[in-house]
C-alpha cells in the first residue's frame, strides 16, 4: 500500500526507535551489565583457563575494573550506569531516582549478567572443555565456577564473609556519592567512569581476599544461576556454607550504609545554594561601595 501524499514513510531507525524513557533506561542497563560480566568475568577466565599464563590477579583486578568503566560510558548517559542492583536501591532510597523503576533497572541487570555469563561460557567453551578433561567443577584445583561468580576462601565463616561484602559496598557507595557530589571537588563531566574504574582497582586491591569483592548481587547471582543451569549443578549454591546469597544481601545492605555515610559526613554539610548565592551578592554589592567611596 502507497502511503497518501503528504505522508512521509518512516524509516528503520524511526521504527526502531523505543519511546518510553523506561524502556530506553533498562535496555541501556542490560547492555551496560552485559558488557561488564562479559569482559569483567573474562579477564578471571583468560587468568584460570590458561593457568596463569595469560594473566594473574593483577590482570584480573585492573580487567574488571576496566570492564566497569567501560560499562559506565556505554550506558551512563541513558540510565546513568548503575550495572548494579545495590547501587539502584541506594539510589532510590536517598531520592536520586523514583521507586517505581527500580524493578525494571534490577531485572536488566540480571538478565544482562545472565546473558554474559552465557556469551562468555560460549567464547571460552573448549578451553572449559579441555580443561578438567571435560568436567565443570565448583570446588577443588581443577574448578571453573569462580570464573563466573564469587566464592569464599577456606578459612572464611559466613559472619565474616557478610561483613565482608557490608564493608567492600558501604566503601562502594561512600566514594561513588563523593565522586557524583558536583558540590564536592567534583570530577570532569566524562570521567566520572575513569574515577569509578580506579575506585574498583583499589577495592579489589585492598578488600577481594576474602571473597573476591563482588559488591554486585546482578554481577553474582545471574552469573551462578547460569553455572547451575550450564552444568556445574546445585553445588554452585551449597559451596562456601550456602554462600550465594551474601553477595546478594550484603552488598544492598552495604550500599545503604555507605550512601548514608556519605550524605551525614559530608552532603549534608554543604552550604545551602540559595544562601551562597546571596552571599556572594552581598559581598558583590560590598565591593561597588568599597570602590564608589575610592573613587
Known amino acids: 500500500m502507497q502511503p497518501q501524499k503528504g505522508q512521509k514513510r518512516k524509516s528503520l531507525k524511526q521504527k526502531l526507535t523505543l519511546k518510553s524513557s523506561l524502556a530506553k533506561e533498562s535496555l541501556s542497563e542490560f547492555l551496560g551489565t552485559f558488557v561488564m560480566v562479559v ?10 583457563l590458561s593457568r596463569g599464563h595469560f594473566g594473574g590477579i593483577v590482570t584480573i583486578n585492573l580487567g574488571f575494573a576496566m570492564a566497569v ?6 550506558s551512563g548517559g541513558v ?18 531516582m523514583k521507586w517505581f523503576k527500580l524493578p525494571f533497572y534490577v531485572g536488566a541487570q540480571f538478565l544482562g549478567a545472565f ?10 567453551y573448549d578451553g ?22 564469587t566464592y569464599p576462601s577456606p578459612y572464611l565463616s559466613p ?26 571537588i567534583g570530577i570532569p563531566k566524562g570521567l566520572e567512569p575513569i574515577s569509578i574504574g580506579l575506585l574498583i582497582i583499589v577495592i579489589s586491591c585492598s578488600l577481594g581476599l ?16 547460569f553455572t547451575f543451569m550450564a552444568g556445574w549443578g546445585s553445588e554452585v549454591f551449597t559451596a562456601g556454607n550456602n554462600f550465594w546469597w551474601i553477595p ?41 561601595h568599597e570602590l564608589s567611596v575610592v573613587m
Open 128 to 149: 572449559l572443555m579441555s580443561f578438567a578433561d571435560g568436567k565443570l567443577l565448583t570446588v577443588g584445583e581443577n574448578a571453573t565456577a569462580f570464573i563466573f561468580a
Open 39 to 48: 569482559l569483567g568475568c573474562g579477564s578471571v577466565a583468560q587468568a584460570v
Open 248 to 288: 546478594v544481601v550484603g552488598p544492598m545492605v552495604g550500599a545503604v550504609i555507605g550512601g548514608l555515610i556519605y550524605v551525614l559526613f559530608i552532603e549534608i554539610h554543604h552550604p545551602d545554594p540559595d544562601t551562597e548565592f546571596k552571599a556572594a551578592s552581598l559581598e558583590d554589592k560590598s565591593e561597588k
Open 69 to 74: 568503566t567501560m560499562a559506565i560510558y556505554v
Open 159 to 184: 559472619a565474616n564473609a557478610f561483613a565482608d561484602q557490608v564493608l567492600a559496598t558501604t566503601f562502594l557507595l561512600m566514594m561513588v556519592f563523593a565522586i557524583l557530589d558536583s558540590r564536592n
Open 115 to 124: 546473558v554474559g555469563a552465557a556469551t562468555l561460557f560460549g567464547i571460552y
Open 210 to 225: 576474602n571473597s573476591g569483592c563482588a559488591m554486585n548481587p546482578a554481577r553474582d547471582l545471574g552469573p551462578r544461576l
Open 79 to 96: 540510565s546513568g550506569g548503575h550495572i548494579n542492583p545495590a547501587v539502584s536501591f541506594a539510589i532510590c532510597v536517598f531520592g536520586r
